[in-house]
T-cell receptor, first 114, second 111 residues
Framework: NAGAMQNPRHLVRRRGQEARLRCSPMKGHSHVYWYRQLPEEGLKFMVYLQKENIIDESGMPKERFSAEFPKEGPSILRIQQVVRGDSAAYFC????????????FGPGTRLLVL | DAKTTQPPSMDCAEGRAANLPCNHSTISGNEYVYWYRQIHSQGPQYIIHGLKNNETNEMASLIITEDRKSSTLILPHATLRDTAVYYCGRSYSGGYQKVTFGTGTKLQVIP
């Protein structure tokens, strides 16, 4: 199914390392959303970005997590000093415009923290 | 914390209609109801959304009660490929789609 592209699909990190998750939106899409899915739970909104701007980061933990969407290149979700509780599936989605536009999800990055 | 609640699992016979309920009793007047599904290990897939009126598209129908406190997703003729986890969510309508998802219903379509 067409959707945003994410890499890597699987990422293993040891506690204290940094994790960088990349999301390339669909062609022509300039809006990116990040969600986190903890094991056996539903999706939780983390952050919404437009090119070079963070619009809403209300779902993002205040510490260790950051996101960017530069003018060129993919959106990056960065997790510093990872802990075991960060182990989850991280999904990004992109949309063409804003107002109630369909979000097209990527396949997710499964982060495992040892 | 605003919540949507869904039954954890449901079965449906192949070829029959699947009716998936969702409770969103605290929904605000400016929040849309969204439905997505997630087939094992894949990213969520958009199905349908609505505000007040019932909606239908090529995938499903969405029935929203008059008081908007609950909704039902209807898959008219379920197939084995419809086996998935179905998430009901709500989204602020003020300019962008920020979806708060429920815990999902695992639909098993049985041959």
């Amino acid at each position: 199914n067409a959707g945003a592209m994410q890499n890597p699909r699987h990422l293993v990190r040891r506690r204290g390392q940094e994790a960088r998750l990349r999301c390339s939106p669909m062609k022509g899409h300039s809006h990116v959303y990040w969600y986190r899915q903890l094991p056996e739970e539903g999706l939780k909104f983390m952050v919404y970005l437009q090119k070079e701007n963070i619009i809403d980061e209300s779902g993002m933990p205040k510490e260790r997590f950051s996101a960017e969407f530069p003018k060129e290149g993919p959106s990056i979700l960065r997790i510093q000093q990872v802990v075991r509780g960060d182990s989850a599936a991280y999904f990004c989605a992109s949309s063409l415009r804003t107002e109630q536009e369909t979000q097209y999800f990527g396949p997710g990055t499964r982060l495992l923290v040892l | 914390d605003a919540k949507t609640t869904q039954p954890p699992s449901m079965d449906c016979a192949e070829g029959r209609a699947a009716n998936l309920p969702c409770n969103h009793s605290t929904i605000s007047g400016n929040e849309y109801v969204y439905w997505y599904r997630q087939i094992h290990s894949q990213g969520p897939q958009y199905i349908i959304h609505g505000l007040k009126n019932n909606e239908t598209n090529e995938m499903a129908s969405l029935i929203i009660t008059e008081d908007r406190k609950s909704s039902t997703l209807i898959l008219p003729h379920a197939t084995l490929r419809d086996t998935a986890v179905y998430y009901c969510g709500r989204s602020y309508s003020g300019g962008y789609q920020k979806v708060t998802f429920g815990t999902g219903t695992k639909l098993q379509v049985i041959p």
